[in-house]
């Protein structure tokens, strides 16, 4: 079982900046790939970001120069450093982990960009 709880979603301005975290049960070694995914109001969730456990990384191209992707395996924890944030940028944004055959989610954190 692998479960996670994301922070740190807020609302910000066009321009500015925020940090997701996620925070994993248990260790993180055994998550060869973790990935924060978004889902905007009416639209369907959508891949932002992954990282694999030796720190390779992979982007959308909507986020590809504004965001980073990292994680810290001895403490259990995945983090979204956004910068530049746009009003398309606005939506709950999840993590992500495929384990034993399944799909692991956590419950979301709402991002909101705006003036």
């Known amino acids: 079982q692998v479960q996670f709880v994301e922070s740190g979603g807020d609302l910000v301005q066009p321009g500015g900046s925020l940090r997701l975290s996620c925070a994993a049960s248990g260790s993180i070694f055994r998550l060869e790939l973790m990935a924060w995914y978004r889902q905007a109001p009416g639209k369907q969730r959508e891949f932002v970001a992954a990282i694999t456990t030796g720190g390779a990384t992979n982007y959308a191209n909507s986020v590809k120069d504004r965001f980073t992707i990292s994680r810290d395996n001895a403490k259990n924890m995945m983090y979204l450093q956004m910068n530049s944030l746009k009003p398309e940028d606005t939506a709950v944004y999840y993590c992500?982990?495929?384990?034993?055959?399944?799909?692991?989610w956590g419950q979301g954190t709402q991002v909101t960009v705006s003036s």
């Open positions: 992500n982990a495929p384990w034993g055959g399944r799909e692991y």
